[in-house]
């Protein structure tokens, strides 16, 4: 990573949240493992960046130095290609463009990216990823500040000089957390900005300084202690408080009340309950001050009881990712069985559908933040036919996906 120089093709194994601060300044990325919704992958297309993933033997085959042209023009498939090939570049004037009645909505994740993606056409913001700022912005694990008495001296060392400047070092989380969430919700004000609380698994978060002191080690972190089950649970609790502090100071402070939340990975209703009371102890209460708390579908249980799950929250947003891995049973960073992840099989798409059907007769909004629709135009005609909501996609895919929406929607009022 340190001999790694901004505008080069990065060439790696597999990616985490470590690498986000050179992957964003690479030209292109290059892995051998991973599938179309790995780490490598869903950074790279929210950073407007070329990825070819599951490439097996990438690492071996290139050499450093070599000039090599990483194209992802030709369809689902990434090709990389010996020399420099020339490109064509299309422009689109985006003066005249109408909104469709499905909202079109934008993931993003940099706050250095916000203000520049805010001037695509857009409905707001369906996803704010807030892990980018974790690990860039903040960098240390919540509890290693609120415990920093217990941190052994190196790790102390390290997180002294992270928050030099600082003498309480949980306000130090609170504020940048803050800074950079803030900025986010700024650049798209007043359209609203839906921010998902913070879904790093443990593997992340051990990564994170002094993390490997506080995180287990799992055997499945996909499926294991994230999302919701860790706000409410006394082993992180209060790392999450401090989540809720910034976002508190967000909309109060900073005067940007667009700002709304979603809670991902909320396995049962009971979870959501709990996750609710924990916010409103520390001052952010669903329905004040306009607060909107929205809920990630992305398990079989959010599906199946979205009757119940209506009652606690504002809306649904379907993660199509994790929905998909989970309805099938497929490991989605499998390069193995990566032709069996298929977000177009029957019981995704009635699953989508079942969420749109009971959500609606409860007077809830869905949305969707996966890259489905904008992958498969047939897979938005779906959702646009069945009635959702709002679609949410990365910057690069908002115009192709707009003028596809335009027309299934011109489509339905011909016929």
């Not at 601060?21 to 790995?38: E, V, Y």
């Not at 070819?52 to 050499?63: F, P, S």
């Not at 006394?234 to 005067?255: Q, W």
């Not at 990365?394 to 016929?415: F, K, N, Q, S, Y």
Request: with cysteine; glycine share 8%; aromatic share 8%.
């Amino acid at each position: 990573i340190r001999d790694f120089k901004a505008g080069q093709i990065l060439v790696t194994d597999i990616t985490d949240p470590d690498w986000e601060p050179i992957m964003k300044t690479a030209a292109a990325i290059i892995t051998n493992r991973g599938g179309r919704t790995s780490h490598a992958a869903i950074v790279s297309r929210e950073l407007g960046i070329p990825a070819i993933v599951g490439c097996n033997d990438a690492t071996r085959v290139l050499q450093s130095g070599q000039e090599v042209t990483a194209c992802c023009a030709e369809g689902e498939v990434g090709r990389v290609y010996a020399g420099e090939l020339r490109f064509d570049v299309h422009t689109v004037d985006v003066s005249q463009l109408p909104r469709p009645h499905t909202h079109i909505m934008m993931n993003i994740a940099s706050p250095e990216l916000a203000f520049k993606q805010a001037a695509i056409p857009n409905d707001g913001v369906g996803l704010a990823r807030m892990e980018f700022i974790f690990a860039n912005w903040v960098q240390v694990h919540p509890l290693a500040l609120t415990r920093y008495d217990t941190l052994e001296p190196e790790v102390r060392a390290k997180v002294d000089e992270i928050t030099a400047g600082y003498a309480d070092k949980a306000e130090f989380f609170v504020d940048k957390l803050a800074q950079g969430i803030g900025t986010l919700a700024a650049a798209f004000y007043p359209k609203p900005v839906i921010l998902r609380l913070s879904d790093f698994k443990t593997n992340e978060y051990a990564h994170l300084v002094g993390g490997a002191l506080f995180e287990p080690r799992e055997e499945n972190p996909m499926i294991g202690w994230r999302g919701a089950s860790r706000y409410y649970h006394p082993d992180y609790r209060e790392g999450f408080v401090l989540e809720v502090k910034a976002i508190k100071r967000v909309r109060e402070e900073f005067g940007l009340t667009n700002l709304l939340v979603m809670v991902p990975f909320c396995r049962t209703p009971d979870e959501g309950r709990q996750v609710l009371e924990v916010m409103a102890e520390e001052g952010l209460k669903r329905g004040e001050n306009g607060l909107q708390v929205y809920v990630m579908a992305e398990i079989p249980s959010n599906i199946i009881l979205a009757d119940q799950f209506s009652e606690l929250f504002d809306g649904f947003s379907i993660g199509s990712n994790d929905l998909t891995q989970l309805t099938l049973g497929v490991d989605r960073d499998s390069t193995q069985i990566a032709a069996l992840f298929n977000e177009r099989n029957d019981s995704v798409l009635r699953s989508c559908a079942q969420l749109i059907e009971t959500a609606h007769k409860f007077g809830r909004k869905v949305g969707i933040c996966g890259q489905a629709p904008s992958d498969y135009p047939e897979f938005a005609a779906f959702l646009v036919e069945h009635g959702i909501d709002s679609m949410s996609l990365i910057p690069d895919a908002i115009l192709r996906t707009t003028a596809d929406v335009l027309a299934i929607e011109g489509e339905r009022v011909a016929a």
